[in-house]
């Protein structure tokens, strides 16, 4: 405390007081007053409170800016070094615009104005940028206007707003839409994507309820439900059916969120959606991909069995009959094989079309892959019933289809089996109905048959055949019987053709049309095949050391066994093993064989003819009859079918067929054999023709080894 001198008369506790607040925190100590010490104290609890507030506060006079007073945390933050801002102006304060500031302060000061103002500064301390949030206005003392001052550090409000400004961005620019509404669902705002999405703008969307872009498709109560999920969990998320403004529906993936405040009370709902159409059409996509056949569209196996228990519960229910047709294409294969994959391919296509344009909705055609197609008739009330689908069928298939160039006629073999009777579960109505199909082709394709009980039996005895078979093989109960083919100019036997026959046990002589179709399916006909020519060769080696030097063998080959590669060595081997030459040997294909050009039925038909074999082709005229392969192939001789031989005299049509052979064979240099003779007339119209060779009853029927040829003298 000072010491008053004498001299000076002490100030007046008015004029100490102004002095100190003027002079501000030094003075404090040095007051004349005991009384103003307690106010002291008192104001030193102000200044603390001051200095820890958190704020730069500085007190400064009016007009010039002459600093009055400052806190702590000012004096740290904008005196310069080892200077009082008690001994600065405001203008010293280099912040860059405490000018402008104070301008603005004297003019409020001269309006009377009092509000608060807010300005940002940037300023340099102790080497770091800072940005300060500065509040100005003028203060009233006792009648004098002050300045005064209230800063903080900016950083925490521009972090702040910065994430805001980022959230704001984001909603802005997210692929979601974005809607956010009110504690009362009105929408306060909308992103960019909404309006995308929905097409409507953000002025038609704000302060409006979200409901308006409803399409309806939910009811009330499934909203009722969403509503209830919010406002127990806060959250719901779905798939919902909107309304663009362009009147179209659309699916959307939408999640609704409660946003609560501090209190926990809702404060706004936040929707965000995206359109799923594409997702949903991606996903219609592959479910169809998965259900339906790649090539026709039809329904595939799978998504039968999926019809077929509904099918099969109604009918139940009902105490309804429903048929299972399965339809296999007769001679599909040659298509192929002749006219490519491509032309198949659209056959296939254009047949599924012709099978869905005749049966109901509620019924099912499905592809089983290949040429197979299987119908599923729901609902029928008598087999006849389904009788009649199948004939619908046959009727509209005869119409020939036109593929590109060609024009193609296909004729389906149907089996049918009908359920109760035949089955109540697919696998035995497909069992059934494809045993059906089976008998049908063996009826002589085109037909459809229904399912018999013994048909089962049937398969039982294929079954059977199958593994008898294998053992005829071992127990060598297979023969070969011997016809000879007649020349027709000097009526000598040049050639005689092998024909198989299996000596059961049991069952006596069985004809070859009962087996061999059977050891085809199994590839049992290959081992079967590599006996048959080793025993021609045998037996034609014979022969011609007993007086038949000439004499030659014709073997029937099937289509497996040309899928063997070395097919051309195990006839060359059968050839040494019996020490015969090549054109002892004459081997006949069918032209289905001929057709499945592959590459290795090329590759051993050329060996074989380079070997010196003679190649045939038996029944000429049944097949698909494309005369390229004959240029093709190394044909030596054509076998006319018996079914146009046995029509001479019958048929002009058929007889007509017979001499186009014949002249064909004569014009490419081949010879030609005409099967299935059996009459003297058939035989005089053949010479007449000039066929080279027959074969047939008439001259001589198919017999074993000691008794097919006639006797030499
Ligand atoms: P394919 O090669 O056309 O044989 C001619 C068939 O016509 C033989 O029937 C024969 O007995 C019969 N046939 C001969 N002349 C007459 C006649 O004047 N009238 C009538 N109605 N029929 C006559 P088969 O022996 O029952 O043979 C049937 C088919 O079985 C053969 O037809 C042939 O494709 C096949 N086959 C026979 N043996 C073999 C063999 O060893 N291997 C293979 N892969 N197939 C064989
Ligand atoms: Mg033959
Ligand atoms: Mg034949």
Request: charged share 25%; aromatic share 8%; net charge negative.
């Amino acid at each position: 405390m000072l010491k008053h001198s004498d001299e000076t008369p002490p100030p007046s506790w008015e004029e100490e007081r102004d002095r100190i607040i003027g002079l501000g925190e030094r003075s404090f100590r040095k007051s004349y007053y005991p009384e103003l010490r307690d106010k002291l104290s008192q104001l030193e609890r102000f200044r603390a409170l001051l200095d820890f507030s958190g704020e730069l506060v500085i007190l400064f006079a009016l007009p010039d800016g002459r600093i009055v007073d400052a806190n702590t945390p000012a004096e740290r933050m904008f005196a310069p070094q080892g200077r009082s801002l008690l001994d600065l102006r405001l203008a010293d304060i280099d912040c860059g615009g405490f000018e402008e500031l104070l301008a603005q302060i004297n003019d409020d000061a001269a309006t009377g104005e009092t509000k608060l103002r807010h300005r940002e500064f940037q300023l340099h301390h102790d080497g770091h940028a800072i940005a300060l949030d500065i509040d100005y206005r003028v203060a009233e003392v006792r009648g004098t206007s002050y300045g005064v001052l209230l800063g903080r550090d900016a950083a925490p409000r521009l972090a702040a707003e910065a994430r805001v400004r980022l959230a704001a961005r984001i909603i802005a620019r997210s692929n979601e839409g974005i809607v956010i509404t009110d504690a009362e669902r009105r929408i306060i705002e909308v992103n960019a994507a909404f309006t995308k999405i929905t097409g409507y703008t953000r002025d038609d969307a704000v302060g409006r309820n979200p409901s308006f872009l409803s399409s309806g498709r939910q009811n009330a109560e499934f909203y009722r439900t969403m509503w209830d999920s919010i406002h127990g969990t806060g959250f719901w998320q779905g798939e919902i059916w909107n309304r663009r403004k362009s009147g179209e529906c659309y699916p959307e993936w939408l999640s609704v969120s409660a946003i609560r405040d501090d209190t926990g009370t809702t404060c706004h709902y936040v929707g965000t959606f995206s359109d799923i159409t594409e997702a949903k059409a991606a996903e219609a996509r592959i479910r169809h991909m998965a259900h339906h056949d790649f090539l026709t569209g039809l329904p595939n196996r799978f998504l039968l069995t999926d019809r077929f228990q509904q099918v099969l519960a109604s009918a139940q229910r009902n105490g309804k009959r429903f048929a299972l047709l399965f339809i296999d294409l007769d001679r599909f294969k040659n298509v192929n094989d002749t006219l490519g994959h491509t032309i198949g391919d659209q056959l296939l296509r254009d047949v599924a079309g012709r099978l869905l344009s005749v049966v109901r909705a509620t019924d099912t055609i499905s592809r089983q892959g290949g040429d197979e197609f299987i119908v599923l008739l729901s609902d029928i009330d008598t087999p006849d019933d389904a009788a009649q689908a199948a004939r619908k069928l046959m009727q509209l298939l005869a119409e020939p289809f036109s593929l590109g160039e060609h024009s193609i006629t296909v004729t389906p073999s149907i089996g049918i089996a009908v359920s109760p009777e035949d089955g109540e579960d697919l696998d035995s109505l497909l069992k059934h109905a494809d045993l059906a199909m089976y008998d049908a082709k063996q009826q002589g394709r085109n037909n459809y048959q229904f399912f018999r009980r013994e048909m089962n039996a049937r398969s039982l005895e294929l079954l059977l055949m199958e593994s008898d078979l294998r053992q005829a093989l071992k127990k060598r109960e297979f023969v070969l019987h011997y016809q000879p083919q007649i020349d027709l100019g000097s009526g000598e036997v040049l050639n005689l053709e092998a024909l198989l026959r299996w000596r059961h046990p049991e069952r006596g002589l069985v004809p070859p049309g009962d087996f061999i179709p059977m050891a085809e399916e199994t590839g049992l006909i290959v081992a079967i095949g590599e006996w048959v020519l080793a025993e021609a060769c045998r037996q034609v080696a014979v022969w011609r050391s007993n007086g038949w030097p000439a004499l030659r063998v014709a073997v029937n080959l099937s289509a497996a066994q040309f899928r063997q590669r070395d097919l051309h060595v195990q006839i060359a081997n059968a050839l040494v093993a019996s020490n015969l030459p090549a054109d002892a040997l004459e081997v006949e294909v069918t032209e289905s064989i001929l057709m499945n050009d592959a590459e290795s039925t090329v590759d051993t038909l050329r060996a074989l003819d380079a070997m010196g074999i003679r190649i045939a082709i038996d029944d000429f005229g049944t097949g698909y009859s494309s005369l390229a392969y004959l240029k093709r192939f190394p044909v030596d001789t054509l076998k006319v079918d018996r079914s146009f031989v046995h029509n001479i005299g019958v048929s002009d049509e058929d007889a007509a067929i017979c001499s186009a052979v014949i002249g064909l064979a004569h014009s490419l240099h081949l010879e030609v054999v005409a099967e299935g003779v059996e009459t003297q007339e058939q035989y005089e119209w053949l010479a007449r023709a000039g066929c080279h060779y027959v074969q047939g009853y008439l001259t001589g029927r198919p017999n074993d080894a000691a008794s097919c040829l006639p006797r030499r003298n």
